[in-house]
């Protein structure tokens, strides 16, 4: 019986994969709709924020087992040490400090109240942010959670535990991630989350990193920009976002934002590889920094 149902899950997420290349291949029209990530379509796996090997906290995605308890299920990926960890790829290890267990649990209206043991205080102080953007972006990902709060023993995490910066009681992804501060005023600053693409051997995984300026900029036209460019913050930041791209209008609605491209979009829209790229990157950094579910692209 497993085994009849295991083979069906594959085939069917063979068959979405034949269909997404169909659709590559021979788009109706030039304006293209931003396709759902592999890893969505793809019954048999879920996207998870671990450490790389270069202490980013990058997304990358795991075996989704057999069970009714994801929540559990992604604690234990990320705790150092546990059998699940081993479903990380190569190159990837989790942040939870070893022997770390997770109490209890409470999901309500989208807010996930998390109580874990004292371990989790076990932490160095230039991993202990990355094991919060980490339980963020990872829980966050699940249908049904948009934000969560941390929990030791009963009591609320309310600072990090070495350098005791303070922490939001709620938090979500606006708390950002891989943090690059350049501004000069606290008060009046915006954050920008961009998604790179890194790579382990053989094997292309994202990088999100949090910009938090002073910039009056529409965040859309940060994304774009800095997608354009090579990164200055690390080499291994990879985009695939042509500088000869333009973007030439926009439209931010309540759930969706669309963007209007130059032609020169066109010269990667058959290689199914590089788009798929671009179009990830984009749709990832839109999704993230504005909240939204909806982006859409349009060739001139």
């Known amino acids: 019986m497993l085994r009849r149902s295991a083979i069906k899950r594959i085939i069917m997420s063979s068959l979405a994969l034949v269909i997404m290349l169909l659709l590559c291949l021979f788009p109706k029209s030039d304006n293209l709709s931003i396709p759902e990530e592999v890893i969505y379509v793809d019954e048999l796996t879920m996207p998870i924020y671990v450490m790389d090997q270069n202490n980013y906290v990058a997304r990358t995605s795991v075996v989704k087992k057999e069970t009714n308890d994801q929540i559990k299920y992604i604690i234990d990926t990320l705790t150092i040490g546990s059998i699940n960890a081993n479903y990380l790829p190569n190159g990837f290890t989790g942040i939870i400090p070893k022997n770390t267990k997770l109490i209890d649990y409470e999901l309500k209206d989208k807010l996930l109240k998390l109580n874990f043991s004292k371990e989790i205080l076990d932490i160095s102080s230039d991993k202990e942010e990355k094991l919060i953007e980490s339980l963020i972006y990872s829980l966050c990902e699940l249908e049904g959670v948009a934000k969560i709060m941390i929990f030791i023993e009963g009591e609320s995490l309310t600072k990090l535990p070495k350098s005791e910066k303070s922490l939001p009681l709620i938090l979500d992804k606006s708390y950002g991630i891989n943090k690059i501060y350049n501004f000069d005023n606290i008060k009046d600053t915006s954050k920008t989350t961009v998604y790179y693409i890194g790579k382990?051997?053989?094997?292309?995984?994202?990088?999100?990193?949090?910009?938090?300026t002073n910039d009056k900029v529409e965040p859309v036209e940060v994304i774009v920009n800095e997608l354009k460019s090579t990164p200055i913050y690390e080499t291994n930041l990879i985009s695939y976002l042509n500088a000869s791209y333009e973007l030439e209008d926009y439209e931010i609605l309540e759930n969706s934002i669309t963007l209007s491209f130059n032609n020169q979009?066109?010269?990667n829209l058959h290689d199914s590889d590089i788009n798929e790229k671009v179009r990830y990157t984009?749709?990832?950094?839109?999704?993230?920094?504005?909240?939204?579910?909806?982006?859409?692209?349009n060739l001139d």
Do not use: E
């Not at 382990?200 to 938090?212: A, E, F, Q, W």
């Not at 984009?282 to 692209?297: C, G, H, M, P, Q």
């Open 282 to 297: 984009l749709s990832l950094s839109l999704r993230d920094t504005y909240d939204i579910d909806n982006i859409v692209i």
């Open 200 to 212: 382990y051997n053989d094997n292309l995984y994202y990088i999100p990193i949090t910009k938090v």
């Open 265 to 267: 979009l066109l010269a």
